[in-house]
């Protein structure tokens, strides 16, 4: 980001990127119904956050499948996630906007690798925010 002119400034507080990830379980009889995940397959949803270099930097397993991403960000910011102030992470709109998060705009196309396959630009301001995002 810092090298680049296209991010710089405009990205120079992102300190990373945070996502949850469904990891496949097999639970208990009494918890399966807890672990069932909108895809429809058993699983742990996971918090985890990466450096830009790559590098792992915070970790929260465990959580049920049914779990939203917001959910597992609200109780990790609660007990141990933290975020410097002035700084934030790069999120996707499954997660709340906050000062700790740059989030997407909702409704908007981002996906690069489907612009690139079909050579298309952003419509609006929204979308070249995504696209940069």
């Known amino acids: 980001i810092a090298n680049n002119p296209k991010f710089y400034p405009f990205f120079k507080d992102a300190i990373g990127a945070i996502d949850g990830t469904h990891i496949a379980c097999v639970p208990s009889a009494n918890k399966r119904d807890l672990m069932h995940n909108w895809k429809g397959f058993l699983s742990q949803n996971c918090l985890i956050a990466c450096s830009f270099n790559g590098l792992i930097t915070y970790i929260l397993g465990g959580w049920e499948g049914s779990v939203a991403d917001a959910m597992v960000y609200h109780n990790a910011h609660l007990w141990d996630l933290a975020i410097p102030d002035g700084c934030y992470y790069l999120t996707d709109a499954g997660f709340p ?18 612009w690139g396959r079909a050579s298309l630009l952003p419509k609006n301001r929204k979308e070249l925010f995504n696209l940069c995002h």
């Open 97 to 114: 906007s906050t000062l700790q998060l740059l989030v997407l705009y909702h409704g908007q196309c981002y996906y690069l690798a489907e």
